[in-house]
């Protein structure tokens, strides 16, 4: 199936989106009369625009830059325009009055590996950890790459076997690691956990194993810095060029051991320090926490810790990568401390994810390709009842700040994906365009903002998931297994003994080990279930 990509022109059409906005308040307002009386709201909305475009597809553009509140991303419960009310889970969705569903990118994926060791230790893990999203961007996908810096914007769906639900798939490429020749230099200020919980295998020992091989793979122009924590925070190496120098750095990394208590604050107000001291103009500067992030000891909360930090962050572009370690892991600090640190989080449990980290995505894992990349789907009220946003809950942002520079966006690098998928519910018989997706960011140099977007029609939906491509799939089945294992809501999970049948297929179909490990995590779900 293809998809289009059109530039987007934002700010034309202002007096439209006025009205487009008057007439969603008013069918914000008729819905929670509707909810006061009925419990539901009533879907509907205007075919007026902000821009050109959406005047010739009849469905809401991105919202233009304006200060004034925004929708909320999730999209919401309707009625059907006869009145009928569906029973599925998805009913639990709020209503929705502007379609309009805006996030940051988020391209984490430390949930879906912390939660397959969890389930190979024979626990299931909390659903307080269960991030879907994260689930989802842990597979390889079929996305055309760019040519240059930004996005590739691909738009497709599927329906399910749920009456009128669909699941669509917005997908967002960045170039590969390789298009554009060589990276700008490293330098990378490693931020290392040696507290006690720290001795047990796979945790301080794992570490500094990935430390080793990183440093053998870095170019002789990257720079290295070590900072070490337990009780206090300690720079053991400053930033040292690794031309002639990697035998410094080794020996510094094979010194490591564990001490006492976890003051991951000192250590991340410390490694900023370091960063900060050792900037290079001309280079990513980014800070590599490892950790499996039990503070007790010091600052414990992730706002007051990246408060400390703030002239760092904004002064000089500083970004934060959490590696998480552990079979027990403070996740929720590490994933609060990446997300808004301008970061990512990845987790290890093993030699083998640590290559995958440390090595086999290290240009996308500390190099730059966009800054504060934000995405916007506008759904089409004549043809979509409902919708719903997978994951991405602590990633929501206004609709109206879809523009808006000052507000936190992600930050993406060569050779990453980012996938949201969406629960659609079409209008009986409907049948026209479905929705547009957007997306904006800024060069990671000059900060100049970008935009692209992509199109769906309802034509364009495969009549099953079993129609669609092979990994369109695979995010299906990783998206249904991880609403299992948090609340079982989506319309069309087929349950975890389905989910085992089809990704044993996909896996054999794909050839793929992550695909395989995926259907390994399904089956030990079941057997702990």
């Known amino acids: 199936m293809k998809t289009q990509t059109d530039r987007t022109r934002p700010g034309q059409g202002y007096a439209r989106h006025r009205t487009r906005r008057l007439r969603a308040t008013l069918l914000a307002l008729t819905a929670a009369g509707g909810l006061l009386l009925t419990g539901c709201g009533e879907g509907s909305g205007s075919n007026s625009s902000s821009s050109d475009a959406a005047n010739r597809t009849g469905f809401p553009a991105p919202a233009p830059a304006v200060t004034s509140g925004g929708g909320e991303q999730n999209g919401g419960q309707s009625a059907d325009q006869d009145g009928e009310r569906t029973s599925s889970p998805a009913d639990k969705i709020a209503p929705s009055p502007d379609y309009l569903s805006t996030f940051a990118l988020d391209v984490d994926t430390a949930s879906y590996g912390y939660a397959r060791r969890v389930l190979a230790d024979g626990r299931l893990p909390d659903p307080s950890t269960i991030r879907p999203e994260e689930f989802v961007n842990s597979f390889r996908q079929d996305y055309e790459r760019p040519d240059g810096n930004g996005f590739t914007v691909t738009v497709d769906g599927a329906r399910t076997d749920t009456s009128n639900w669909s699941l669509v798939r917005v997908g967002l490429a960045s170039r590969t690691a390789d298009s554009t020749g060589e990276r700008p230099p490293a330098a990378l200020t490693f931020v290392i956990d040696v507290s006690g919980s720290m001795s047990e295998t796979g945790r301080l020992d794992l570490a500094k194993k990935s430390l080793d ?29 690794l031309d002639g120098h990697r035998g410094e750095v080794h020996d510094a990394i094979d010194e490591l051991e564990t001490q006492s208590s976890t003051n991951l604050g000192a250590g991340v107000e410390t490694g900023y320090a370091t960063a900060t001291e050792g900037l290079r103009k001309g280079a990513t500067n980014r800070v590599v926490l490892i950790s499996d992030g039990l503070a007790n000891t010091g600052d414990t909360s992730a706002d007051s810790i990246l408060e400390r930090i703030a002239n760092e962050r904004r002064d000089h572009g500083i970004t934060l990568f959490g590696v998480g370690v552990g079979s027990d892991y403070g996740d929720a600090l590490m994933e609060k401390l990446a997300d808004k640190g301008d970061g990512h989080t990845a987790y290890v449990s093993n030699d083998a994810d640590a290559r995958k980290v440390f090595v086999d995505q290290l240009p996308q894992n500390i190099d730059l390709t966009a800054r504060d990349a934000k995405a916007q789907v506008a759904f089409d009220p004549e043809t979509v009842a409902q919708f719903r946003l997978i994951g991405y809950e602590d990633r929501k942002v206004a609709d109206d700040d879809f523009r808006d520079g000052n507000v936190d966006g992600g930050e993406i690098g060569p050779g990453h994906t980012v996938t949201a998928l969406y629960a659609v519910r079409t209008r009986p018989g409907a049948d026209g365009h479905l929705a547009t997706a957007s997306v904006r960011w800024l060069d990671p140099d000059t900060r100049a903002p970008h935009e692209e977007s992509g199109q769906l029609e309802t034509a364009a939906l495969h009549g099953s998931l079993a129609d669609a491509s092979s990994r369109f799939q695979v995010t299906a089945v990783a998206a249904y297994f991880a609403d299992t294992l948090r609340s079982g809501e989506l319309p069309g999970n087929p349950g975890l003994a389905e989910l085992a049948t089809r990704a044993h297929a996909l896996a054999k179909k794909t050839e793929d080990k992550d695909v395989r490990q995926l259907a390994e995590a399904i089956d030990e779900a079941r057997r702990t279930n």
């Open 213 to 241: 091989e990183m440093t053998d793979r870095l170019r002789d122009d990257d720079s290295v810095a070590l900072v070490t924590f337990s009780d206090e925070a300690e720079t053991v190496l400053p930033m040292t060029r």
